[in-house]
């Protein structure tokens, strides 16, 4: 049982802790060791699993995360899902970012402002896109910044199916949804990590829709025309709210 003088010293510890998961700062110091915020944790869990050009990839494994932090099997907050080991990336509360850490960092700040991928859905897994593994509970849902994410069920698949691929609708629909959310990628690369000023927090959240309008269901049919199409420039009407539907419309429709 605790002395009370230890009981006294723990409650204020507890303190401390709250304190600093409550700053708004990138991170804080306890007793001379840096504790990362939410927003970093998640910038560079994003960082070091995605494609580092590909928002939409960022954005299904935020959600992975997010899925995470939402389930009673995990920890409760964004940095101790990521910190898990053996989960994501070697090293990554701890390895440099460098080009592409300011489209994470904005993903990021998405992501924690509630914008989800919608055909991730409620999965919790993800491995690199192209392998195979000898199971059948693998219930694979969409092919994301060279990431194929997952939901486990029962004989979902056999031992002896192909890796998985988006069909052509799907694969149409994140590409319009790159073109939308590149509109976040439009300043230089940062070698180190800063948190987002309130400033452009707010303009962030006033210029995105709170999650990418996708279709309720993945689109049928051939629709290769979308990537004859010249991307518009970053910054552009991409900002604006966009609706899939009107974009694959516009490519030619679905037949």
């Not at 269901?217 to 629709?223: E, M, S």
């Given at each position: 049982m605790?002395?009370?003088?230890?009981?006294?010293?723990?409650?204020n510890?507890?303190l401390?802790?709250?304190?600093a998961?409550?700053?708004?700062c990138?991170?804080s110091?306890?007793?001379?060791r840096r504790?990362m915020?939410?927003?970093?944790?998640m910038?560079?869990v994003?960082?070091f699993?995605?494609?580092?050009?590909?928002?939409?990839?960022m954005?299904a494994v935020?959600?992975?995360v997010m899925?995470r932090?939402?389930?009673?099997q995990?920890?409760?907050s964004?940095?101790?899902?990521?910190?898990?080991?053996n989960?994501?990336a070697p090293g990554?509360?701890?390895?440099r970012?460098?080009?592409?850490?300011?489209?994470?960092?904005?993903?990021?700040s998405?992501?924690l402002d509630g914008?989800?991928h919608?055909?991730v859905?409620n999965?919790?897994?993800?491995?690199?896109?192209?392998?195979t593994?000898?199971?059948?509970?693998?219930?694979?849902l969409?092919?994301a910044?060279?990431?194929?994410?997952y939901?486990?069920?029962?004989?979902?698949r056999?031992k002896?199916?192909?890796?998985?691929?988006?069909?052509p609708?799907?694969?149409?629909?994140?590409?319009a949804a790159?073109?939308?959310?590149m509109?976040?990628?439009?300043?230089?690369a940062?070698?180190i990590?800063a948190a987002?000023?309130?400033?452009?927090?707010?303009s962030?959240?006033?210029?995105?829709?709170?999650?990418?309008?996708?279709?309720?269901?993945?689109?049928?049919?051939?629709?290769?025309?979308?990537g004859?199409?010249p991307?518009?420039?970053?910054g552009?009407?991409?900002?604006?709210p966009?609706?899939?539907?009107?974009?694959?419309?516009?490519g030619?429709?679905?037949?």
């Amino acid at each position: 049982m605790l002395s009370p003088k230890s009981a006294r010293a723990l409650r204020n510890l507890s303190l401390v802790l709250v304190a600093a998961s409550l700053t708004g700062c990138a991170s804080s110091s306890i007793f001379g060791r840096r504790v990362m915020s939410e927003h970093e944790c998640m910038t560079r869990v994003m960082y070091f699993e995605s494609n580092r050009s590909s928002p939409e990839g960022m954005l299904a494994v935020g959600t992975v995360v997010m899925n995470r932090v939402e389930s009673k099997q995990y920890p409760n907050s964004v940095c101790a899902v990521v910190g898990q080991p053996n989960q994501f990336a070697p090293g990554v509360l701890t390895r440099r970012m460098d080009r592409g850490s300011r489209l994470a960092a904005a993903m990021a700040s998405k992501v924690l402002d509630g914008g989800r991928h919608r055909y991730v859905g409620n999965a919790k897994f993800f491995h690199t896109a192209g392998m195979t593994f000898p199971y059948t509970n693998m219930h694979y849902l969409v092919e994301a910044g060279g990431n194929v994410f997952y939901e486990k069920r029962k004989n979902s698949r056999q031992k002896s199916d192909p890796a998985f691929v988006n069909p052509p609708g799907l694969e149409a629909a994140n590409r319009a949804a790159r073109v939308m959310l590149m509109g976040y990628q439009t300043t230089p690369a940062q070698t180190i990590y800063a948190a987002p000023t309130a400033r452009l927090v707010k303009s962030a959240r006033q210029a995105q829709p709170a999650a990418i309008p996708l279709p309720g269901t993945p689109p049928q049919g051939d629709v290769a025309s979308l990537g004859e199409r010249p991307a518009p420039r970053a910054g552009d009407a991409m900002l604006a709210p966009i609706s899939i539907d009107e974009i694959i419309a516009q490519g030619g429709g679905i037949q």
